[in-house]
């Protein structure tokens, strides 16, 4: 069983993935269509993280 996360640390670790979803975003508007390998060199991230956020966006209708 997790605990739940003080309201601080959520504020941080959301904080954190608005600032990797941004990075996703302005890697793609500066190049264009990228590999995720690409993606991944651009902005610094894991590519299993990548993966994972790419597939979220697309989920909610942000990527294609």
């Known amino acids: ?3 739940p996360l003080p309201e601080q640390e959520r504020d941080a670790v959301g904080l954190e993935l ?3 979803v941004g990075a996703v ?3 793609l508007e500066q190049h264009g269509e990228l590999t995720a390998a690409e993606l991944a060199a651009a902005t610094g991230e894991p590519l299993s ?7 979220s966006l697309a989920t909610i209708g942000w990527l294609d």
Do not use: H
């Open 49 to 55: 993280s990548i993966y994972r956020l790419v597939r």
């Open 25 to 27: 975003l302005n890697a």
């Open 18 to 20: 608005v600032g990797k």
């Open 1 to 3: 069983m997790t605990l």
